[in-house]
C-alpha cells in the first residue's frame, strides 16, 4: 500500500512543470545557487502550473533590502476573465532570508557579478525558484564550454558502442 502512494508522488513530481533558463548555464558561470520562494498572484500560479512561463532574459535586482524577479514572462492565464488578469512581466519578489539578501549583495556589489534564475518550479505545493549568483563568460570560456559538452559526447558514444558489442 506505501508503495503505491509514493509511486503517485513519484509520477506527480514527474508531471510538475519546471520552467527552465538553459541559456543562463551556456553564458554565466554559476558561482552559488539559492533555493527561494516566490510571491505570486493566483492566475500567476495557475498559468506557471501549465508550464506558460519563460526566463529567457530574466534577472534578479536586490532593491531596499529585497529582491525582486525581473524580465520573467508568465503568460496570462486563458481562463481568468480581463479584470483578474495579471500583467505578464510585473516584477516579482522573492522570499528570501535577511542573511541571504546580504550574501548575495555581496556577490553582486563585485564587478561582473549578476543574480539570474535558473529555473521556476513547484515543490510541496510552493512556487519557488532556483537564483544563482553568477559570472558572465567570455567567447573563450563559451568555446571551452561547447568543446567540453562535444568531448563528453564522443565518450558516451564509444561507451555506448562497447556495451552493443
Partial sequence: MSKKSSDKKGDKKSRQPRVKNRRARFDYEII?????????????????????ASLD????????????????????????VGALQHDPLR???LLLHRRQIHKLQTYVLQKG???????????????????????GKRDYDKRRSIQKREQQRDIDRQLAGRRKN
Fill in 32 to 52: 552559488e545557487k539559492v533555493e527561494c520562494g516566490l510571491e505570486l498572484l493566483g492566475t500567476e500560479v495557475k498559468s506557471l502550473r501549465d508550464g506558460n
Fill in 91 to 93: 516584477d516579482r519578489k
Fill in 113 to 135: 557579478h549578476t543574480l539570474v534564475p535558473l529555473a521556476l518550479y513547484f515543490k510541496a505545493g510552493w512556487a519557488k525558484c532556483e537564483l544563482a549568483a553568477a559570472v
Fill in 57 to 80: 532574459g530574466a534577472f534578479a535586482r536586490i532593491r531596499a533590502d529585497e529582491v525582486f524577479l525581473c524580465g520573467a514572462n508568465i503568460a496570462e492565464y486563458r481562463q481568468a
